[in-house]
């Protein structure tokens, strides 16, 4: 069942209990004594109660959602509590999205939040390409940066402005 370090531990650990086997729930208990300690645990419940989608895809907020509910059970103890939290902590333009009308099934609040993200995306991605002026190109071997092409003027202007005052020097 364990290896390792695991292993060692629970050898040690089984021998509390004498003859029997320990419930789960003691068994979780004394793991996460051992490998989570309580202000580890307590960390990760505020980080769940204060969870945003923030900048985040619904997809890496739903990903931190399913870790971090671990840690709240208590939150998140029904279907409709759990769909709750989570379109609470979606960020605005697709809570929004969803009218107001509040599910009480998790399942279908996750697939309506990657529904809504899809199509704001592919609504942005449209009006960006709308906006992106349509630019004509010559064939790279002729073309010259714009740039270059004023510094090239202003030289021959220079060169030309030069000569022609040294010219009138000459004829006085």
């Known amino acids: 069942m364990f290896r390792g370090d695991a292993e060692r531990w629970w050898e040690t650990t089984r021998q509390r209990f004498g003859d029997r086997e320990p419930t789960w729930v003691e068994f979780q208990q004394i793991f996460n004594d051992t490998y989570c300690p309580t202000w580890v645990r307590e960390q990760k419940v505020y980080e769940f109660v204060e969870l945003v989608q923030g900048t985040n895809t619904v997809a890496q907020y739903e990903a931190a959602f399913t870790t971090l509910s671990r840690y709240a059970p208590e939150l998140v103890s ?47 991605g449209r009006r960006q390409r709308r906006k992106e002026p349509i630019r004509i190109r010559s064939h790279p071997a002729t073309r010259k940066g714009r740039g270059q092409e004023i510094k090239e003027s202003r030289q021959r202007i220079t060169h030309h402005v030069i000569n022609v005052g040294r010219s009138m020097e000459d004829r006085a």
């Open 78 to 124: 029904t279907e409709a509590r759990k769909a709750a939290k989570f379109q609470r902590g979606l960020r605005a333009d697709i809570r929004h999205a969803f009218g107001g009308a509040m599910s009480v099934d998790y399942a279908t609040v996750i697939q309506r939040a990657y529904a809504i993200e899809r199509d704001r995306n592919e609504w942005r």
